[in-house]
């Protein structure tokens, strides 16, 4: 984690050196713009940029992607008060990068890529979908905006370290204090796992609902049309459900002896420490896809875009930026409880 928040500043040029470069491409013709006609986003509801052309579109992606590159830089190579207007200006770029720019695709990419490496041998409508329906290019894309928002992210925080001159390893400059002991973290990083864990339960009962041919928050006429137009929907969706339950048990993990220990019916790994990355980047990487789910359906919302009568579809998705803050703060609080003392700057106590 240290090794690669140190290297995320030359990383982030490199990302934001080749979008330039892309966005020039796109703008003079090439193939591969992945916004606007070529993006197969139903009716352009999902996506923010739905409307972009690859020209102008392509020369507002260049002229953005000079601008993380310029940025990128200065965190890297700025002294400190170049530094401090580059940390200012990196976080809200790399949030538009990470959580803004994506869509629900997304997340629905990763949640159904298991069944879709299996799908080949299912019978059905199932049967027809493989891992480039779920991922084509403009969707690949999108995972490719997130790398780059956790580059600049990376980059800011290893900068703000060292104009406080704190650990370039841990970050701390003194002692930990308040929010950040192990106690603290422990306490309000159980409340984080709580809400994340509860979040997503509402969600859950509807679609196994659904998948019984029970209209909850739905009317019945909604589930007949959904099942003719698109038959084994509502399974689908009790997939993804059980999903995102089984998600809410792993995070569990993060207050839980088994997410430090490695319990007994793991077959060669029982009683080893659980390297800490092992649990926090999954669910920090998670946490994002969730946040950008939920902005999108909260964007539809706010809109006008839902019928309020079947609130089933969409008012669940609406409390998912909750759900992913949670997890976030969860890995945050997870990460000051296991980091124990910095083999750098000998600060902190010992990891529990």
């Known amino acids: 984690m240290t090794t690669i928040i140190s290297r995320a500043g030359h990383a982030a040029v490199a990302w934001s050196a080749g979008y330039t470069v892309a966005g020039v491409a796109w703008a003079l013709g090439a193939p591969g713009f992945p916004w606007g ?8 509801v999902l996506s923010i940029l739905a409307g972009l052309s690859p020209d102008p579109g392509g020369w507002w992606v260049a002229a953005f992607g000079l601008l993380c590159a310029v ?33 629900s695709r997304l997340m629905m990419g990763v949640a159904y890529t298991p069944l879709m ?9 199932w049967g027809q979908i493989g891992l480039g329906d779920v991922w084509p290019w403009p969707v690949l894309n999108q995972l490719l905006c997130v790398l780059g928002g956790v580059l600049l992210a990376g980059a800011a925080l290893n900068a703000e370290r060292r104009r406080r001159d704190a650990c370039g390893s841990c970050g701390r400059a003194d002692e930990d204090t308040g929010w950040t002991t192990p106690a603290s973290a422990a306490r309000w990083g159980r409340v984080a796992v709580a809400v994340a ?96 789910a939920g902005l999108t359906y909260l964007r539809r919302a706010l809109a006008g875009a839902f019928d309020v009568a079947e609130w089933g579809a969409w008012l669940p998705e609406c409390f998912w930026p909750l759900w992913g803050a949670a997890l976030a703060a969860a890995a945050l609080a997870y990460h000051l409880r296991r980091r124990g003392r910095c083999a750098r700057c000998l600060r902190g106590g010992t990891s529990p």
């Open 197 to 292: 864990v509860v979040t997503p339960l509402i969600y859950c009962a509807t679609r196994w609902a659904w998948a019984l041919n029970i209209p909850l928050g739905v009317s019945q006429d909604f589930l007949d049309q959904g099942d003719k137009e698109a038959p084994g929907i509502w399974l689908a969706g009790a997939y993804l459900a059980t999903f995102g339950a089984l998600g809410g048990v792993l995070t569990l993990g993060l207050v839980q002896r088994w997410g430090e220990i490695f319990p007994r019916w793991i077959p060669w790994l029982r009683g080893r420490r659980v390297p800490p990355p092992l649990a926090i980047v999954p669910a920090t990487l998670v946490a994002i896809i969730i946040t950008v």
């Open 37 to 44: 006609a070529s993006d197969p986003d139903p009716d352009g």
């Open 117 to 125: 490496t299996v799908a080949v041998f299912l019978d059905g409508p």
């Open 71 to 103: 940025t990128a830089l200065a965190l890297a190579t700025g002294g400190r008060a170049v530094q401090r207007a580059a940390v200012f200006a990196a976080w809200p770029l790399a949030a538009f990068l990470a959580v803004v720019i994506p869509d």
